[in-house]
């Protein structure tokens, strides 16, 4: 594997979360209590559904152009590939700076979160059957036109994500392990990061789709390792491909992977609504749905989910609803 990116340092953190609360404050964190009776011990969640673009994203796209911004380099036009909350937190900075922006985004992706991009001024375009076909338009496109591709991760991305984690470890130093989904990897990087930078000792476990393995796999081999994506539900873990610099900060520092089923995502969409009326996406439910997979090795432990995003279409949402609405869900 290539070596580890330099991770942001506790000094890094704090100078993001200072540049973070100028747009919006820390989001909550609640011990829920019939999601701890759901999975049988202390359970608190991390509301990154609360930000303004429904998802922790927005913080590194925050962090990403005031580096640029910092360095002298801010482009004429950036470009990047999403499948929603990425490119809304693109959308976001660039408009805060004054900049273009394209985002490249693949057929068939949320219609809401496209139409909550082109709100924050996206021009976007639609290419290719997965994010793997649309990122790598994108590069063609940021190269045909002399635009700034930006990555979905990288070192400027990973400070600003490590805030959320640097909030919820601070706020509940009695965590023992939290739970992490795993798209591009900047989630599960920043936790470590921010792990590492209080010298926390919570474990870190990944959660990747079972319909869409290549971080697990790339783990397990030790490099790359492409894997096709069926996932319907967690849009937000479709990856095709993993990212080499992601699996070289994980690879030393994760505890294990746990693989969901779309099914089991579902099932923790509407306990989250149940027990909490908060509104999951696939992703933002993953963290919960590996917990509760794991719930008879949890006992006497103090568990940390991050509800990573709420950007889920509405009729996606009403079925997955009247899916799992027959009680196969309940508490244990």
Known sequence: MT???????????????????EEFPPTPQYRWGLLSERLGTELW??????????AFKLRGGLTYFDQLARRG????????ATRGNHGQSMGWAAR???????IVVPHGNSAEKNAAMRALGVHLVEHGSDFQEAREHAMHLATERGAHMVPSFHADLLR??????WEFLRAVPA???VYVPIGQGSGVCSAIAAKLA????ARVVGVVSRHATTYADSLAAGRVVAAPV??????GMACRVADAAALAVIAPHIDHIVQVSDAEVGAAMHALFTDTHNTAEGAGAAALAAALQERDQLAGQTVGVALTGGNVDASVFAGVLAAHSSGASSPG
Request: net charge negative; aromatic share 4%.
């Open 3 to 21: 070596h580890a990116p330099l991770l942001p340092s506790l000094s890094d953190i704090e100078a993001a979360a200072r540049l973070v609360y």
């Open 45 to 54: 969640v991390k509301h990154e559904n609360h930000s303004p673009v429904g």
């Open 73 to 80: 380099q801010l482009p004429r036009e950036v470009v990047s």
């Open 96 to 102: 805060k700076h004054g900049v273009p922006c394209t």
């Open 160 to 165: 600003g994500v490590a805030t959320y984690w």
């Open 175 to 177: 965590l023992d392990v």
């Open 198 to 201: 209080l010298g926390h000792g």
């Open 230 to 235: 069926s996932t319907q539900l967690a849009d």
